[in-house]
């Protein structure tokens, strides 16, 4: 993956330069792979908490949620409490400086959940998670949303990643090169992020990817939030599921200063 940096340590203020880097980098290629976000032990405790509650949803409720995004693939909304509500997740200190320069710092979190890709799922269809706001030319606008994903596990060729076309933000090729692929499938140009647990990427939500299929014996769930400026509502992909579910008494939990993330 060409646009690739690794922080310092997880947790921990970025100095200045690196965050100035990472933005450089995520306005340029669409997408941005960083290592070294969180510790891995909070990752361990979300796979865990994931593990317990929507690892073995039935197919009733997987219907009911009309959660299916692929073959033996899943979007689940997660409800944001216990280990999901940590500022270290939701507000992580290396990833808020970032974000902010790139949604400024009036931005909310427009969904938050989890796509799980079962042992042999099929690789997705791929695809853009919205259509685009303006039309065919959004050439020069800055984002208006990105998506963090966040792997519970470790990716690897056999778990599969979600492929990206890196640049495919932006340029009055894209809808051509969606079309292309779409029609058939070619992964010779996509940068294929094997992140470990504890790093996360960062995708423009008008950048074209796809989830890769699953080879090995283990589900790959990963945790996604999806960042946005305050007037966006994502009333694409979220007809049958909240695209944030927080209680009010969760929302009491969340420090004072990071609650208007989720207004
Ligand atoms: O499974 C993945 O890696 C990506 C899933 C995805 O891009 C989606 O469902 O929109």
């Known amino acids: 993956m060409q646009s690739k940096l690794r922080l310092p340590q997880p947790n921990s203020p970025v100095p200045a330069e690196t965050t100035r880097q990472a933005t450089d980098l995520f306005q340029t290629h669409g997408a941005l792979w960083l290592e070294n976000v969180f ?17 073995n949803l039935s197919k009733k409720e997987l219907r009911q949620r009309d959660a299916a995004v692929g073959d033996q693939r899943f979007m689940i909304t997660v409800d944001v409490k216990g280990a999901f509500n940590h500022p270290e997740v939701y507000a992580n ?9 790139l949604l400024s710092d009036a931005l909310r979190i427009a969904s ?28 020069g606008l800055p984002a208006y949303a990105l998506t963090m994903v966040i792997p519970l596990v470790d990716l690897s060729p ?34 294929l992020p094997m992140a470990k647990q504890g790093d996360a990427y960062l ?53 004072p200063q990071y609650r208007s993330l989720f207004e």
């Open 39 to 55: 510790a891995k032990s909070t990752i361990e405790k979300l796979l865990a908490a994931y593990q317990k509650k929507y690892m």
């Open 93 to 101: 200190e290396a990833l808020m400086p970032i974000l902010e320069n």
């Open 112 to 139: 938050f959940g989890s796509v799980v890709a079962l042992p042999d799922a099929d690789q997705q269809a791929i695809h853009l998670d919205h259509p685009p706001l303006f039309g065919v030319d959004e050439e």
């Open 158 to 191: 056999a778990t599969g990643t979600t492929a990206i076309w890196e640049g495919s933000h932006r340029g009055g090729q894209r809808f051509d090169l969606l079309r292309r692929l779409m029609d058939s499938p070619d992964y010779s140009d996509a940068s």
């Open 203 to 255: 995708m423009d939500y008008r950048v074209i990817h796809g989830g890769m299929a699953n080879r090995s014996d283990q589900a790959r769930p990963i945790l996604y939030i999806v960042y946005s400026r305050p007037w966006f509502r994502d009333g694409f992909n979220f007809k049958s599921q909240n695209a944030v579910s927080i209680s009010k008494k969760q929302l009491k939990k969340v420090p």
